[in-house]
């Protein structure tokens, strides 16, 4: 601890009274952090690039006031404008098709070599 913070506490001890942090009251330069909640909360599966542009700021400004606020991923895992009827006509269609050889999950997109079941 070094002696000029001790004579600091002092003279602030002296002057108010007690050695409480005065709170800062800080006006935000570029991006204030109500209106990204507020944007997070209207468009929660916004990209952080857009979001920099629609505060006209940098993706790093964005990444660290998301950080400071404490929020992280965002994005909904669930495909909301999934059809069960539409996927179980595609899923009967495919079911007249028979894939020969049983492929890696990550090479199932590329497989082109279906065969009709007869």
């Known amino acids: 601890m070094s002696e000029r913070a001790i004579f600091a506490w002092k003279k602030k001890l002296r002057e108010t009274g007690n050695l409480e942090r005065v709170p800062l009251n ?3 330069r570029k991006l204030d952090p109500e209106k990204l909640v507020r944007y997070v909360e209207e468009h ?5 690039r857009e979001m920099a542009s629609e505060f006209k700021v940098s993706t790093s ?5 998301l ?10 895992r669930a495909y ?7 996927r179980a006509d595609y899923e009967k269609a495919m079911s007249l098709y028979k894939n ?3 492929l890696p999950i990550s090479l199932r997109r590329y497989s ?3 065969s009709k079941v007869r």
């Open 100 to 102: 020969p050889l049983p």
């Open 67 to 76: 950080r400071k606020l404490k929020i992280t991923v965002k994005k909904t």
């Open 61 to 65: 400004c964005i990444s660290k006031a």
């Open 112 to 114: 082109v070599c279906f």
């Open 80 to 86: 909301k404008k999934r059809d069960e009827e539409k």
């Open 44 to 48: 929660p599966n916004s990209y952080q």
């Open 26 to 28: 800080r006006k935000y």
